[in-house]
C-alpha cells in the first residue's frame, strides 16, 4: 500500500507531498499525486505565496491557489497552506514603498486577512511565517523585522488566527531539525510567543537534507519542541546528493529516508511528513543546487525505506 495509508495506520495524520500548478497537467504525475494511497496531504510549492497572491497592493489572485486547494478538496486531501510572511517571492511594492512600522503592520494584516481569509475552514494549518531565522539563531534581517522588530511575527500569528481561527498555526524554519544554536533560538521563541498568549501551534521542520549527512539528533530535538506544548511536522523533505546517483549513494538515500521517516514516528507530537514534491522531474534541488539532485524519493530505492520505516520493519 501507499505511504499514506501505511502513515496513517500508524497514527499520523499524513504523508504528503508539495505540488506546484504547472505540474498539474502532466497526467502521469497526477495518477499518482490524485491518489491518497499515496497522499493524504499537498502543499503549494509556490502559488499562495505573497507574490502569487497579492502582486500588487490589495489586488488578490487566487486563481492558481485555488487549483491546489480544489485539487485537495476534490480528492479528500488534508492542505498545508504556504506561506504568510517570508522575506522571498515578495512582491517589490512591499519591500520599495518605505512603510513605517504602523503602515507596514497594516500591509502584513491586510494580506493575511486576505490570503487566509479567502482560504478559511480548509487548510489544516498555515505556515504563517517562514524562515524567520539566521543560522546563528538571531532573527534574520528583512523588511519585516527591520521594520517593525520580533513584533512582526506575533502580528502575524494574530491575523491568521483572526483570518481563520481553526488552522494550526506554524512558524516554519530550516537547520531546526537537530539540536544547537538554531533550534534553541527557534525554542526561545515559541516559549516567548506563548507566555505573551500570542497564537501558535506547530513548527514546521523543512528538512532539505544530504545524503550521509541527515542529522543523528532528530528524535532528540522534535521530542524538545513537544515538550514545549507544540505539534511538528516534517514539511519539505527531500535528501539530495552529488550526481551521478550510484548504487551506494541510492543505500545511504534509503537508509537516509527511513531515519527521518522513523523519527517522525517516534515522536507523537509529529503529525505528518510532506515530501518537497515525490519525482525528480519537478524537484527544485538542480535548478538551485548545481550538480546535485535525485532528492526526492518516489522514483528511487528511498521509496522502500520510507515504506519500511511506516511499516515498522
Ligand atoms: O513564476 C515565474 C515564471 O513566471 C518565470 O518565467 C520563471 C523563470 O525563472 O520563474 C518563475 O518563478 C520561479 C518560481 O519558483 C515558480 O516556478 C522562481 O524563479 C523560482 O525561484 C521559484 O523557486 C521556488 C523557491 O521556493 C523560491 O524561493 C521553488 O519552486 C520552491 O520549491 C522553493 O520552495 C522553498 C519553500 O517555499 C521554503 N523553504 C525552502 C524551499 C526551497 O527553496
Not at 476534490?74 to 517570508?86: A, C, M, T, Y
Not at 513605517?100 to 504563517?128: E, F, R
Request: glycine content about 8%; hydrophobic content about 35%.
Amino acid at each position: 500500500s501507499g505511504a499514506n495509508a501505511l502513515a496513517t495506520a500508524v497514527g499520523k495524520l499524513y504523508f504528503g507531498s508539495a505540488t506546484d500548478n504547472p505540474e498539474l497537467t502532466d497526467t502521469t504525475y497526477m495518477t499518482y499525486l490524485n491518489s491518497s494511497q499515496h497522499f493524504g496531504q499537498i502543499t503549494p510549492e509556490n502559488s499562495m505565496k505573497w507574490d502569487a497572491t497579492e502582486p500588487e497592493v490589495n489586488t488578490f489572485t487566487f486563481t492558481e491557489g485555488d487549483q491546489i486547494a480544489d485539487l485537495a478538496k476534490s480528492n479528500g486531501q488534508i492542505l498545508r497552506g504556504h506561506n504568510l510572511v517570508w522575506y522571498q517571492q515578495l512582491p517589490d511594492w512591499v519591500t520599495s514603498n518605505d512603510y513605517n512600522a504602523t503602515g507596514l503592520t497594516a500591509v502584513i494584516q491586510n494580506h493575511i486577512a486576505g490570503v487566509a481569509g479567502h482560504y478559511k475552514g480548509q487548510p489544516y494549518s498555515w505556515d504563517v511565517v517562514n524562515e524567520p531565522l539566521n543560522d546563528d539563531g538571531s532573527f534574520r534581517s528583512d523588511v519585516f523585522y527591520d521594520t517593525l522588530g520580533e513584533s512582526y511575527i506575533s502580528i502575524a500569528l494574530n491575523a491568521a488566527h483572526e483570518a481563520d481561527p481553526n488552522a494550526k498555526l506554524y512558524i516554519n524554519e530550516y537547520n531546526i531539525e537537530y539540536t544547537g544554536t538554531k533550534s534553541t533560538a527557534m525554542q526561545s521563541l515559541v516559549t516567548t510567543l506563548q507566555a505573551d498568549g500570542v497564537p501558535i501551534d506547530g513548527i514546521g521542520m523543512e528538512s532539505h537534507f544530504i545524503v550521509g549527512e541527515v542529522p543523528t539528533t532528530l528524535v532528540e530535538n522534535f521530542q524538545a519542541f513537544a515538550d514545549l506544548g507544540v505539534e511538528i511536522a516534517i514539511t519539505e523533505l527531500d535528501i539530495r546528493m552529488t550526481l551521478p546517483e550510484t548504487a551506494a549513494l541510492l543505500e545511504q538515500q534509503k537508509q537516509d529516508f527511513y531515519t527521518v521517516v522513523d523519527a517522525c514516528l517516534q515522536v507523537s507530537a509529529c503529525k505528518g511528513i510532506t515530501v518537497w514534491d515525490w519525482t525528480d522531474k519537478y524537484s527544485w534541488v538542480p535548478s538551485t543546487f548545481s550538480g546535485q539532485g535525485a532528492a526526492t524519493p518516489f522514483d528511487d530505492p528511498a521509496f522502500d525505506g520510507i515504506v519500511m520505516a511506516l511499516k515498522g520493519q
